[in-house]
């Protein structure tokens, strides 16, 4: 599977707020027996009882009782990525509970093949040992090209409870990487590359009044350009120069974030009802070490409306951004496509210097079902995104406007896990999305 960095949950080249997701971005084909397959694993999934002094820290913490239910789900990994081609392999979930019976811990290692990346082995593991406090890693290495390792760490007890600290370090090499080109890209200018990257973000909020936060953040990106691995689409050098595309031999960037940030959401990890509102500037400078001076500004709203008990959540999300600046790199400019904007694409699809996005969707709870003795809300979610890329917003037209349709199939552990397979169509296709995490 793909890594399990993401953007920002806008889209943004310029995240201060990761979403952890095990993805991949599929196509909706799967054999009868790939099925019979699948079924059959899941069905050797088993709950054992553990004792927690032969669990290591941070496996299990003090929230855990003396015995820990663990489940484990074997299941196929089986997909078709335009992107990636196929990859085949299985990969096994270990959800343990602590003692309020939560699923406090999860733990995924994978083993996958794939023509482009060979053999792949990778290791997600997520942690939530309080509602304030949670933090994930990824391993990730295959026999070509690709690799990724990441930790993501989030702390609101960090010295003071008005005090949120984010902590974000990472570093990647995608030989799957796209570009098409700015505002009206084609399919026919598709390019491939290789995105290697390491870099961290570190952001601290201060909570001015209930619900009220003050963010500052500092983030340091510095990203190579190489050699992609699929050999049947043109490099990118091949198809843009330096002039048309800047960065595309490599860039640094040094930044410095401002927010303010409204929150009532009942949960960071699956919302069921409140709001968020965010409204923030990022600037980068030259003689800070960026290779460019440029500017980010960007806000955001999210909305949630339960009815009939949570059984219905009305869900909404408004998002804009706008780069300013010359010579700004292509992957730090307005960027639609992927799993949490525009899900009738894939990453990246769409780059220019500004976005405006709109995604709407209706998560419905079909049923609750107690499988291997863990509950879960099984939700079938349609969705419309809709999201335009132009060089500013007061240009912006109809025409510039992509319109995705979708739906979306959630399984949700709460109050920590939530599995998704998200289906979008565009005007190139289908695109079929698997990870962990709500889309917003």
């Not at 026919?188 to 290697?196: K, L, P, R, S, V």
């Not at 009939?308 to 998002?319: C, E, K």
């Not at 399984?411 to 939530?418: D, F, L």
Request: glycine letters at 10%.
């Amino acid at each position: 599977m793909r890594r399990t960095a993401s953007r920002s949950p806008t889209g943004s080249g310029a995240p201060f707020f990761p979403v952890r997701l095990l993805r991949t971005c599929v196509s909706a084909r799967v054999s009868a027996s790939s099925l019979l397959a699948g079924v059959s694993l899941v069905l050797s999934a088993c709950t054992t009882m553990v004792p927690k002094s032969d669990l290591p820290y941070p496996l299990v913490d003090r929230s855990f009782g003396d015995l820990v239910k663990t489940v484990s789900i074997p299941l196929p990994v089986i997909a078709s990525s335009p992107n990636e081609g196929i990859t085949a392999g299985a990969i096994t979930a270990f959800l343990l509970h602590n003692s309020k019976d939560e699923a406090s811990t999860l733990l995924a290692p994978q083993v996958n093949w794939n023509k482009n990346f060979g053999y792949t082995a990778s290791l997600y593991g997520a942690f939530y040992p309080t509602p304030d406090r949670s933090w994930d890693i990824n391993l990730s290495q295959s026999t070509k090209v690709n690799c990724d390792y990441e930790l993501h760490f989030r702390d609101k007890l960090f010295h003071d409870p008005r005090i949120e600290a984010n902590v974000w370090l990472y570093g990647f090499d995608d030989g799957s990487a796209r570009f098409y080109g700015f505002e009206h890209s084609k399919k026919q200018d598709e390019t491939n590359y290789g995105d290697i990257e390491y870099g961290f973000t570190v952001s601290g909020g201060y909570e001015l009044l209930t619900g009220l936060q003050l963010l500052l953040g500092e983030r340091f990106r510095q990203v190579s350009i190489g050699q992609g691995a699929v050999t049947d689409i043109p490099n990118i050098r091949d198809q843009f120069t330096a002039h048309q595309v800047p960065g595309i031999n490599g860039f640094t960037t040094h930044a410095q974030k401002l927010a303010i940030v409204y929150n009532t959401l009942d949960s960071s990890m699956a919302p069921t009802t409140g709001v968020y509102v965010r409204a923030g500037v990022e600037v980068s400078a030259q003689f800070l070490g960026s290779s460019a001076d440029y500017r980010h500004f960007d806000a955001e709203l999210k909305g949630y409306v339960p009815l009939d008990d949570a059984r219905f959540i009305s869900v909404g999300r408004i998002a804009w951004n706008q780069t300013l600046g010359n010579s700004v790199p292509f992957l730090e400019r307005s960027i639609l496509g992927g799993e949490n904007s525009l899900r009738g694409y894939g990453r990246n699809r769409f780059i220019d210097s500004t976005y405006f996005l709109c995604n709407i969707e209706e998560r419905i709870r079909l049923f609750r079902w107690e499988i291997f003795n863990v509950t879960a809300d099984w939700e079938l979610a349609p969705f419309i995104d809709l999201g335009a890329i132009t060089k500013s917003l007061d240009t912006i037209s109809t025409r510039d406007f992509e319109l995705n349709p979708g739906i979306g199939f959630r399984a949700t552990v709460r109050p920590n896990i939530v599995g998704r397979v998200d289906i979008g169509f565009g005007n190139e296709g289908p695109a079929v999305f698997v990870g962990l995490g709500y889309p917003f």
